[in-house]
Nanobody, 115 residues
């Protein structure tokens, strides 16, 4: 069983930045991949960033160039740096790890982009 705790969400103005953190109870280096997802009201949950064991990253076009996923293996923590935030980035952000054959989710952290 892997426990994930997200933090760093909050209210930010358009154009601002936030950094989300996801602290894992196990060694993140042992996971196949770790990702950040988001879910806005009335919408499906979507992937916003993924980093695999080798360090390769993947982003959808909607956040490419604005969001950066990274990890600190020593702290068992994965980060999501979000810059140039837009109102449409407002959502609950979730951390997810892939530890084949299992997958685990965090409880989510709210990000609200509004003036």
């Amino acid at each position: 069983q892997v426990q994930l705790v997200e933090s760093g969400g909050g209210l930010v103005q358009p154009g601002g930045s936030l950094r989300l953190s996801c602290a894992a109870s196990g060694s993140i280096f042992s996971f196949n991949a770790t990702g950040w997802y988001r879910q806005a009201p009335g919408k499906q949950r979507e992937l916003v960033a993924l980093i695999d064991r080798g360090g390769s990253t993947n982003y959808p076009d909607s956040v490419q160039g604005r969001f950066t996923i990274s990890r600190d293996n020593a702290k068992n923590t994965v980060y999501l740096q979000m810059n140039s935030l837009k109102p449409e980035d407002t959502a609950v952000y979730y951390c997810r790890v892939f530890a084949t054959p299992y997958t685990y989710w965090g409880q989510g952290t709210q990000v609200t982009v509004s003036s």
